[in-house]
């Protein structure tokens, strides 16, 4: 079937780095995704990994898949009090629709 | 280049009225869709169209929903007679089926239209 989960809540301290973990059952996905949303938002493409990718890194974000495990991860280095969001991960097993996890609860203290 | 954009963005109705949403995908997009977010979980997919064609709906689209996108360009969410269940975040993204800067079918959001249903 199609699951994704996500630990619920991550709490770091401004200037440490943070990784937000997340479970997928179906491996037939080609991206996995992450999106951030802040309160009262909607949802904001932050970046994506290609199945046959390890790692990719865009900036402060670095996306580890280990795809054997069906784990994604995504590490926020040097983390500001701006990221404090919900971050999603999300899966595509066939095109079209986004699967997606429960989210993430970032809290980021001064 | 403008995003994806709903109207309205909040909605108070009475159980039992009928509610209309729209969505406005960016222009290039050939794909939209429609899921429902309620409070501390992700969003759940409820239908999409490539162009006018509404091409899968989900299990969660209950006969009082339906959804138009007769141009292939904006499109509606209607729900008939709502339940205090049906209170919840209605987000719309759009997507292009080809690669360009992201990959194909990559979904940009809207901002939402978040309904209370009383």
């Known amino acids: 079937g199609e699951d994704v989960e996500q630990s619920l809540f991550l709490s770091v301290r401004e200037g440490d780095s943070s990784v937000i973990n997340c479970t997928y059952t179906d491996s037939s996905s080609t991206y996995l995704y992450w999106y951030k949303q802040e309160p009262g938002a909607g949802l904001q493409l932050l970046t994506y990994?290609?199945?046959?990718?390890d790692m990719k890194q865009d900036q402060r974000l670095t996306v580890l898949l280990n795809k054997k495990d069906k784990h994604l991860s995504l590490r926020i280095a040097d983390t500001q009090t701006g990221d404090s969001a919900i971050y999603f991960c999300?899966?595509?097993?066939?095109?079209?629709?986004?699967?997606f996890g429960q989210g993430t609860e970032l809290s980021v203290k001064p | 280049d403008t995003g994806v954009s709903q109207d309205p963005r909040h909605k108070i109705t009475k159980r039992g009225q009928n509610v209309t949403f729209r969505c406005d995908p960016i222009?290039?997009?050939?794909?939209l869709y429609w899921y429902r977010q309620t409070l501390g979980q992700g969003p759940e997919f409820l239908t999409y169209f490539q162009n006018e064609a509404q091409l899968e709906k989900s299990r969660l689209l209950s006969d009082r929903f339906s959804a138009e996108r007769p141009k292939g360009s904006f499109s509606t969410l209607e729900i008939q007679r709502t339940e205090q269940g049906d209170s919840a975040m209605y987000l719309c993204?759009?997507?292009?089926?080809?690669?360009?800067?992201?990959?194909?079918?990559?979904?940009?959001f809207g901002p939402g239209t978040r309904l209370t249903v009383l």
């Open positions: 990994i290609f199945s046959n990718m």
């Open positions: 993204a759009s997507s292009w089926e080809r690669s360009g800067r992201a990959p194909p079918d990559t979904q940009y």
């Open positions: 999300a899966e595509s097993p066939r095109g079209g629709k986004l699967i």
């Open positions: 222009s290039e997009h050939n794909r």
